[in-house]
């Protein structure tokens, strides 16, 4: 199964700035929609942020203004730039493909392993 491994996390005060990274594993892979979700201290996931294949963006009403997605499909990538961070936006960060096409066939629902993003204030 394709890896979704994220990195970039960290700690931050407030007004800071993060960027995450995250790499799909494999070669002979071809990614579809990406999204960074994240998931507050006792709080459900969330979505943050969406990119299609041709770049498409949607940001969640948070985001916007403050965070960029981004890609690059020849390395199989995606990242987050987060600015003026706040301490709501501490939490996990994952990032999720909703299709990866693989030699072996098509892959759903991959999720990364989730990446620490703390804000204090």
């Known amino acids: 199964q394709v890896q979704l491994v994220e990195s970039g996390g960290g700690s931050v005060q407030a007004g800071g700035a993060l960027r995450l990274s995250c790499a799909a594993s494999g070669s002979g892979i071809t990614v579809g929609t990406l999204d960074w979700y994240r998931q507050p201290p006792g709080s459900q996931r969330e979505l943050v942020a969406t990119i299609t294949t041709q770049g498409s963006t949607i940001y969640a009403d948070f985001a916007k203004?403050?965070?960029?997605?981004?890609?690059d499909n020849a390395k199989n990538s995606v990242y987050l730039q987060m600015n003026s961070l706040?301490?709501?936006d501490t939490g996990v960060y994952f990032c999720h493909a909703d299709r990866i096409s693989t030699l072996e066939g098509p892959e759903y629902d991959n999720w990364g392993q989730g990446t620490q993003v703390t804000v204090s204030s």
Do not use: L
């Open 86 to 88: 706040k301490p709501d």
């Open 65 to 71: 203004g403050r965070f960029t997605i981004s890609r």
